[in-house]
């Protein structure tokens, strides 16, 4: 579970276990390895849950901050990545209760226009806003599991790790977001 | 030319909910100033952790010294036979003849006695029954001068003794 890294000539990366006991061992800037390497991924998940971008980033700040106070009490250095997805996990949970935000669940950026293979005769950003508002229409728990599962791509079984929930909870939950996604989805192309 | 299969609008979104988002370098900045900071604190913390470890142990050390040190000078017991007296004390040169400083016990034989540190060197003393009564040590010699005054008795410690 890591970001994928930049092209260029080949070196030797330390794992996450290596760079963990630097940091534990009072090597402060080795975490930034570690923030490089997580970040981006851990921003794209709180954007998406968050629905916004500032908002998203604070939890992305607290949640290292809080890997670095807990990091000796890391269990599985090499599933760094799924530990701290726990901790971002939670905080996005309380961010999510406390803020409400239901209707922005969603955050245009360039990139993700390009990406998104609009039909032609749909306006791209429209459909987006749409998008958004099916996406923050989701209950939380059911936008954690389809997020993690189709966006994240994990497995039931790293899902279930890192949530704390069941394998047959977290499949409801997917196969309840995906239908209500592909009904919200249709009434938009249908419009 | 093959018509191309139709997009399917799930597959789309979760295209776009994939697109990447990048951590902002004001984000990353924050994370590493909050942990820089966070490992200060760590480290002043045990630092004082540590001063206060080594100031206990010193006051532990010291304590130890104290309470194990042996006690200054030579064991002396003091022994008096008067069964039948209620109070003895002695008293000397080592306790500024201070008729409170060194009372002795009434053992089960009548006798009555107490143990003394003493600097080496020779000691006066005597005893002093019921309060009024001085009596010199009939196991002792008695101190130069006793024939014209209270009998005192002499005791000598030689150096090296305990």
Redesign the interface.
């Known amino acids: 579970m890591t970001d994928d890294g930049a092209p260029g000539s080949p070196q030797v990366v330390a794992s996450d276990a290596e760079t963990i006991a630097r940091v534990v061992a009072g090597d402060t800037e080795a975490f930034s390895i570690l923030v490089d390497r997580y970040g981006n991924r851990a921003a794209r998940y709180a954007t998406r849950m968050l629905g916004d971008r500032a908002e998203a980033e604070e939890a992305v700040q607290d949640t290292f901050v809080r890997a670095y106070r807990a990091l000796s009490r890391c269990a599985d250095r090499e599933r760094f990545g799924h530990w701290l997805f726990s901790i971002l996990i939670n905080r996005c949970r309380t961010a999510g209760a406390r803020s409400g935000r239901r209707a922005r669940t969603f955050v245009r950026d360039e990139t993700a226009l390009v990406a998104a293979a609009a039909p032609d005769a749909f306006d791209g950003v429209a459909w987006r806003e749409e998008i958004a508002h099916a996406l923050a229409r989701l209950e939380m728990s059911q936008r954690e599991a389809f997020l993690l599962k189709h966006v994240e791509q994990l497995s039931y079984e790293e899902m279930a790790a890192i949530t704390g929930a069941g394998i047959s909870a977290l499949k409801m939950r997917v196969k309840r977001a995906t239908d209500q996604l592909r009904m919200l989805l249709h009434e938009a192309y249908s419009a | 030319m093959p018509e191309l299969p139709p ?1 399917d ?2 597959d ?13 370098a ?3 900045a ?3 100033a ?3 900071a ?2 200060a604190r760590r480290r002043r913390r045990a630092r004082t952790w540590q001063a206060l470890a080594v100031a206990a142990v010193v006051v532990l050390a010291i304590g130890i010294a104290v309470y194990v040190r042996p006690a200054d000078g030579t064991a002396v017991q003091f022994a008096l036979p008067v069964p039948a007296a209620h109070e003895v004390v002695v008293v000397g040169d080592f306790n500024h003849w201070d008729t409170h400083a060194t009372p002795l016990r009434r053992t089960t034989n009548g006798t009555w006695q107490t143990t003394v540190r003493l600097k080496p060197g020779a000691h006066v003393y005597s005893f002093v029954v019921d309060g009024n009564r001085w009596v010199a040590d009939p196991a002792a010699p008695l101190a130069p001068g006793s024939d014209f005054g209270a009998p005192n008795s002499l005791v000598t410690v030689a150096p090296g003794t305990t």
């Not at chain 2, 789309?12 to 902002?24: E, G, K």
Request: glycine share 0%; proline share 7%.
């Open positions: 997009i609008p799930m789309a979104f979760i295209a776009d909910l994939q697109a990447p988002v990048d951590l902002s004001l984000a990353t924050r994370i590493m909050a942990v820089r966070d490992a």
